[in-house]
């Protein structure tokens, strides 16, 4: 039996998010898969975290090269199949691999589950071996005590899949809710040749709040009006228009806290990207990792060709992949995740 769970794209409400405003994530078609017959070969510190908290009663094998490599699956692959790793991408491997984790011992423990999986069957949904919000509390709790905090916009990209809107309450809960992006908007995805720590990027941020208070509540709340008008936006014009707000704010902050939130590269590309109608903006804590071209078409030939010249490569993946779920090789690997969150 294999475990598998998607990777998740930060779409808007990066660093304001943790000030309350709304997030929209993703989770993509790139996946941990997690074998719960095979001994762990590495145990992550969120896996760590789960395990000295009795949420889990031990690690798995796992694969999350599929997170880590800009290489697109070759032909003809199972849906799953691991890929040869290139280099970090910054699509959340270590939500994703403790999400995959925790499922996967709880498929694997549970005493009905050839009866769950051929009632899933004859309604063509995932086998519902676990349940989503248990495993989203536990997964949520085991990554902050891991990270010593966060969002957990990641962890509800792997567990429930799909396009999502997170809220984080006054006492750290994480409001979670299906959330239908504007037609005809078009959002291509770029890896970057430089790699960031989340950590480090918001160690700088939280410096800033310190150093500088109002600087740093008046751009967060910036970003934060932009991260509203995303989740309000209505067709592709306003959206974009929502994003760049955020990046404009972003920009600056990072400028202030001396973190590359919004890299050179990018920073090059932008009115190129203006110029189509589109948004360059970094997917989450920024610094490299991946970027997010939004429009209402494609990018153009000149602008790829622009992008590789900035060292930024474009990853193919979908959105809106289901969350984490029993890898089964018939079901279609987008199939529509229905359960309610």
């Not at 970027?291 to 153009?300: L, R, T």
Request: proline fraction near 8%; glycine fraction near 10%.
């Amino acid at each position: 039996m294999i475990v598998r769970a998607p990777g998740k794209l930060v779409l808007s409400g990066a660093y304001a998010v943790l000030e309350g405003a709304p997030a929209l994530v993703a989770a993509v078609d790139r996946y941990v898969l997690a074998d719960p017959a095979r001994p762990a070969d590495l145990v992550t510190d969120e896996v760590q975290a789960a395990i000295d908290a009795g949420a889990l009663d031990q690690a798995v094998w796992f694969d999350a090269s599929a997170l880590r490599s800009a290489t697109e699956l070759p032909a003809g692959s199972t849906p799953g199949a691991p890929i040869a790793a290139s280099r970090k991408l910054g699509l959340g491997s270590s939500a994703a691999i403790l999400v995959a984790t925790l499922a996967a011992r709880v498929a694997a423990a549970a005493t009905t589950m050839a009866a769950a999986a051929a009632a899933a069957a004859a309604v063509g949904q995932p086998m519902p071996a676990w349940d989503a919000r248990a495993l989203f509390l536990d997964a949520l709790a085991a990554h902050r005590r891991a990270q010593g905090g966060g969002s957990g916009v990641d962890v509800a990209a792997s567990v429930y899949g799909g396009v999502l809107c997170c809220r984080l309450g006054p006492g750290g809960e994480l409001a979670v809710a299906p959330h239908a992006l504007p037609g005809r908007l078009v959002i291509e995805v770029f890896a970057s040749d430089a790699a960031a720590r989340t950590s480090d990027m918001l160690e700088r941020v939280r410096a800033l709040a310190a150093r500088d208070p109002a600087a740093h509540r008046a751009l967060l709340g910036a970003a934060a009006e932009g991260a509203t008008a995303a989740v309000a936006a209505e067709d592709a014009r306003a959206f974009v228009a929502a994003l760049d707000r955020q990046v404009d704010a972003l920009a600056e902050l990072g400028d202030r806290a001396g973190a590359p939130i919004v890299t050179p590269a990018l920073r090059r590309l932008r009115p190129a990207a203006t110029a189509e109608g589109a948004a360059l903006a970094p997917s989450g804590a920024g610094g490299g990792d991946v970027s997010i071209f939004v429009g209402p078409a494609p990018p153009s030939a000149a602008f790829l060709e622009a992008a590789r010249a900035s060292g930024l490569d474009r990853v193919p993946m979908s959105l809106g992949a289901p969350g984490v779920h029993v890898l089964d090789a018939a079901r279609p690997p987008h199939a529509p995740r229905v359960a309610p969150i």
